[in-house]
């Protein structure tokens, strides 16, 4: 198994940085997938970035160009580095990591951080 802790959330003015660690523990090995999500208030939860172990990375069209997903090379920690970010950044960020389980893929969930971007 698999467990997810988040950190670095806060509060910020518009166009200020934040970046958000998640660190993993237990069976990293089979982590196939390190992802960003959020959800923003009365939204539906969304995919922010991810990366896969060999460092492909994606990225949600409103985030590119402003956001950074990264990780350690061990899949212990990754990272969301967040620059100029926007009001409409306001949201609950959660690490999400998919497992191989035997020939299943599984999601693992972070239990989230707020991030508040408000003048």
């Known amino acids: 198994q698999v467990q997810l802790v988040e950190s670095g959330g806060g509060s910020v003015q518009p166009g200020g940085s934040l970046r958000l660690s998640c660190a993993a523990s237990?069976?990293?090995?089979?982590?196939?997938?390190m992802a960003w999500y959020r959800q923003r208030p009365g939204k539906e939860r969304e995919v922010v970035a991810n990366?896969?172990?060999?460092?492909?990375?994606n990225y949600l069209d409103s985030v590119k160009g402003r956001f950074t997903i990264s990780k350690t090379n061990d899949r212990r920690t990754v990272y969301l580095q967040m620059n100029n970010l926007k009001p409409d950044d306001t949201a609950i960020y959660y690490c999400?990591?998919?497992?191989?389980?035997?020939?299943?893929?599984?999601?693992?969930w972070g239990r989230g951080t707020q991030v508040t971007v408000s003048s």
């Open positions: 990366i896969t172990p060999g460092g492909n990375t």
């Open positions: 999400n990591v998919n497992i191989l389980v035997d020939v299943t893929i599984e999601a693992r």
């Open positions: 237990g069976s990293v090995s089979s982590i196939v997938l």
